[in-house]
């Protein structure tokens, strides 16, 4: 027995020795690793269960020392974060202020880690967003929706009322590449009366794209194009007086900007170029009105450079030349309207992080017209957008924008233009948003008085599931000076995916 218990034991022992003298080469050997590695170089892929799992082959550290060669293998990289859209299909799709429209990577005011280094739940970077449909490497997520609504309206030409239906079809095309990004976002509205009548439909059609190109690490390039359908609004100034059927409009829209960082410099390049043409207006009596006196080429050639005085706050100056070509030489009144313009901005941006971010500027704006009997316009510009989030689930959204618009006919070259766009969207629940918007423009003619618009509008999004949202709106439009208002308000259903 007892040399039974020697024999046994004896086998263990060895074991054990050689255990030992294999970590004495071991040891040694991964000390060595660690202090000639570097952080941005490749390292030495440690073993785990996982690994052994799938019986990957893989040269230990014993066999490396015993032939002098080590095995290194690249450290895998993070895979490429999705670019998002700006708006959520199913939510409200708001008019925005030149890009800010544009896509961005991180979700607006995140969770924080948590103190114990423990994880927060998982919580989507646009709250009720779609998985969205996978096609090849882009990601759709289409909605459409169909709401009931009643409208009334009051103006000279005494009260009207309609009672109509909408339907909406919206939609993102996003792309999943790991450099560069596509963003295609479409919007588009059909009315339709009860019964034969079909005063005051509003037909309504938008589409963009937008493709980023990476050139290098300081440089970023964008291409756009898009097209927008909409019906010229009964209080806007070219409006005909007593139409039944406002005339449509068609704009299409390209253009090409580049972007670099020279140090503490960032300068920008952009050309724009646009084409617009205009549909015939009904009158009272049925007959088509022409408009195609306004049909129009622009361009618009800008410059921006500024200076980082810190990651926060970036002042900056503007410079900018455009015109505007009219298909016909002189319009149905014998003026010629075409004209060019020049102005200049000085602002700064500012970057706070996920809460507060936006630009102000404020600057001169001048358009001369090719007709000598139509007097130039000048203007004060006041132009800037803001965008902050004082707690997680709320987002209050600014924007100011100065223009000089032409008047469609008459001795008159056109008016200024300051507009004031806001918008609060407040999370109540996790499935109910509320929405409030609010918009003033005011026109400042130089040979009549000016005209101020305001309008004002609430609205609920009830998620009853991922895929379907009810909705409800209401809406107040009012321009005191032509003694004109319109109420509006309507209830439906989301369906996306």
């Not at 290098?216 to 039944?244: I, V, W």
């Not at 361009?299 to 503007?318: D, K, T």
């Not at 149905?332 to 313009?341: I, V």
Request: aromatic residues 6%; contains cysteine.
């Amino acid at each position: 027995m007892n040399v039974k218990g020697t024999a046994t034991r004896l086998p263990t022992s060895r074991k054990a020795a050689t255990l030992l003298l294999a970590c004495t080469f071991v040891c040694p050997l991964e000390s060595a690793l660690a202090q000639t590695a570097t952080p941005a170089g490749p390292t030495l892929r440690q073993a785990t269960s996982s690994d052994n799992a799938t019986a990957s082959p893989m040269p230990s550290a014993v066999d490396a020392a015993a032939t002098g060669a080590v095995q290194l293998t690249p450290t895998p990289s993070p895979p490429p974060q999705l670019w998002r859209p700006s708006n959520n299909p199913g939510d409200p799709i708001y008019e925005q202020q030149d890009e800010a429209g544009q896509p961005f990577a991180d979700a607006e005011n995140p969770y924080e880690p948590t103190v114990d280094g423990g994880e927060n739940p998982r919580i989507p970077a646009v709250p009720g967003q779609t998985p969205g449909i996978r096609v090849g490497t882009f990601v759709l997520r289409p909605a459409i929706s169909q709401t009931i609504n009643t409208e009334r309206q009051t103006n000279t030409g005494g009260p009207s009322r309609r009672n109509y239906l909408t339907t909406g079809i919206r939609g993102t095309l996003t792309s999943d590449w790991s450099r560069h990004a596509l963003t295609v976002t479409g919007d588009g509205a059909w009315e339709r009366n009860f019964g034969s009548d079909k005063d005051g439909e509003e037909p309504r059609a938008k589409i963009d794209a937008d493709l980023r190109l990476d050139l290098g690490g300081q440089t970023t390039a964008n291409l756009k194009a898009g097209y927008e359908f909409s019906r010229e609004d009964t209080t806007d100034p070219n409006a005909l007086t007593g139409a039944a059927v406002q005339g449509g409009e068609h704009r299409f829209t390209t253009g090409a900007s580049i972007e670099r960082d020279f140090g503490k410099l960032r300068g920008l390049a952009a050309l724009d170029l646009s084409r617009t043409v205009y549909t015939d207006a009904k009158g009272i009596d049925g007959r088509p009105i022409s408009l195609n006196d306004r049909d129009q080429n622009g361009a618009n050639l800008r410059g921006r450079i500024g200076y980082e005085l810190s990651p926060a706050l970036i002042p900056f100056l503007e410079l900018n030349v455009g015109t505007t070509k009219y298909d016909r030489r002189l319009d149905n009144s014998g003026y010629a309207r075409s004209s060019n313009s020049y102005g200049a901005k000085v602002g700064a941006e500012v970057d706070l992080g996920e809460k507060t971010r936006g630009e102000a500027a404020i600057g001169y704006l001048r358009k001369q017209y090719d007709d000598d009997r139509l007097d130039a316009i000048d203007a004060l510009t006041l132009d800037g957008t803001l965008n902050w989030s004082p707690q997680r689930g709320t987002n209050v959204n600014l924007g100011l924008r100065t223009t000089i618009e032409d008047f469609a006919g008459g001795p008159q070259g056109g008016w200024v233009s300051y507009r004031l766009d806001a918008g609060l969207t407040h999370e109540l629940r996790n499935n109910l948003v509320a929405r409030l918007t609010g918009q003033v423009v005011h026109r400042k003619f130089r040979a009549s008085e000016d005209a101020v618009e305001y309008t004002a509008g609430a609205g609920l999004t009830w998620g009853i599931n991922r895929y379907l949202d009810l909705t409800a709106d209401v809406s107040y439009q009012w321009t005191p000076v032509y003694d004109s208002n319109d109420l509006r308000v309507g209830a439906g259903l989301v369906l996306k995916r």
